[in-house]
């Protein structure tokens, strides 16, 4: 099919809008990857802003491994990020089938009660006093079981059950299967695109734990990734006299900024198309 004038116009136009917005998202943590490997007096040379460097010196991610705590932090994080997202999909999953079948005795009350949850909270004292009488605080679990469910993610995947044909469990049911084996053998492999969508969401949300960190855990073995990064980023800059041979705070900081953010980074490619496919909620594969 050839394309008039005018769809070839309107074809460059998006390309070059898509374009731009690629570089504006990109040239941030570009910038802050070159200035993690650059010598800090090249920076200055160049009044601050660099793109591409013309020396590499990896001592800001030595510095970070050899006195920093990171290295720990990075460790925590993983395991709070596995471990979590693990509890969170078992817990959703087992939440979002029992609610998307129609003939669940008080299933309107029960979804009414969940619903309201994404209006009100019972408060941050509450929370924290329910913390402390459970024995959670300075344990990871702290991190992990306030935050089990996330409503909206068993929501989306409740409406994903529901769109399966009702004809797949009468069969099975027929067949003599009871729900335990429904759900395993045919609703599980029929939902992998939407159960990786939901973990991506919740692994970087794990990832990113800071806020309960900060609130529950004061032993400095169990904090993750980024409040380790966040007092990182709190350094203070000194005076440098001599920038050649001094490793300033700035460069840390992105070398920091850049070891958490990294692995989300190179995660994310490899779950992109089971990503694109678990947000089509509805299609259903024969």
């Known amino acids: ?8 116009v309107f074809d460059g136009f998006v390309l070059a809008l898509l374009g731009m917005v690629g570089l ?7 910038y802050v990857f070159t200035v993690s490997i650059t010598p800090f007096s090249e920076v200055l040379k160049n009044g601050g802003f660099v793109l591409i460097p ?3 010196d990896v001592g800001a991610y030595k510095q970070l491994f050899t006195t920093s705590g990171l290295p720990h932090a990075l460790w925590v994080t993983v395991i709070l990020t596995v471990a979590g997202t693990a509890v969170n999909l078992v817990l959703t999953l ?3 089938y029992p609610l998307s079948r129609r003939k669940l005795p008080g299933r309107s009350f029960f979804l009414l009660m969940i619903v309201f949850t994404l209006l009100f ?3 941050l004292i509450p929370t924290y006093l329910i913390v ?3 024995g959670l605080l300075n344990s990871i679990w702290s991190m992990i079981l306030p935050n089990a469910i996330w409503t909206f993610n068993m929501l989306i995947m409740k409406s994903f059950f529901e769109s399966l044909p009702e004809e797949l469990f009468e069969s099975a049911r027929m067949d003599g299967a009871r729900e335990l084996r429904i759900l395993a053998q045919i609703v599980m492999p029929l939902s992998i695109p939407s159960l990786i969508t939901i973990g991506l969401f919740y692994m970087v949300g794990h990832w990113n734990e800071f806020f309960q960190a900060i609130m529950y855990v ?7 990734l980024q409040v380790i990064v966040r007092e990182i980023l709190m350094l203070t800059q000194e005076p440098l006299e001599n920038p050649e041979n001094i490793m300033p705070t700035e460069t840390v900081q992105m070398a920091a900024v850049i070891m958490a953010s990294l692995p989300i980074i190179v995660i994310y490619p490899f779950l992109q198309k089971h990503f694109t496919k678990g947000m089509l909620l509805g299609s259903v594969k024969g």
């Open 218 to 224: 004061t032993d400095r073995k169990l904090l993750p």
């Open 132 to 134: 402390k009488d459970l």
């Open 24 to 30: 504006i998202a990109v040239l941030p943590l570009m």
């Open 1 to 8: 099919m050839v394309k008039s004038r005018d769809e070839k």
């Open 94 to 96: 087992l939440m979002a």
């Open 54 to 56: 013309s020396k590499v």
């Open 121 to 123: 909270n019972g408060g």
